[in-house]
Nanobody, 125 residues
Framework: QVQLVESGGGLVQPGGSLRLSCAAS????????IGWFRQAPGKEREGVSC????????YYADSAKGRFTISRDNAKNTVYLHMNSLKPEDTAVYYC??????????????????WGQGTQVTVAS
């Protein structure tokens, strides 16, 4: 049974930090690119960051550049999203997803195979 389980969300003040985790099971994790997406109330889902199967390639949306860092530990079947300097506009439900694309790269425009249930991130004072 394929599972992606996000954790690490919560309430944080502006300027604060959070580390999101995405724990995977039920598929060959080290052959999948992993992406983090988010959806704020009343807005469309947007791609935040992705990482290739071996972690050699990463991508960040403009909103995440310089503040967020994506990483993965294939021995633990886990991907992380370190978020610093958080802003109120980062408030959203954050989802991780897995993509079985061929090659060691990632692309947030693709249709991802598996999705997690999401974790809420709220940035407010």
């Amino acid at each position: 049974q394929v599972q992606l389980v996000e954790s690490g969300g919560g309430l944080v003040q502006p300027g604060g930090s959070l580390r999101l985790s995405c724990a995977a099971s039920g598929f060959t994790f080290n052959r999948y690119a992993i992406g983090w997406f988010r959806q704020a109330p009343g807005k469309e889902r947007e791609g935040v960051s992705c990482i290739s199967a071996s972690a050699i390639n990463t991508y960040y949306a403009d909103s995440a550049k310089g503040r967020f860092t994506i990483s993965r530990d294939n021995a633990k079947n886990t991907v992380y999203l370190h978020m610093n300097s958080l802003k109120p506009e980062d408030t959203a439900v954050y989802y991780c997803a897995a993509d079985s694309l061929l090659g060691d790269w990632c692309d947030m425009t693709r249709s991802y195979n598996y999705w997690g249930q999401g974790t809420q991130v709220t940035v407010a004072s």
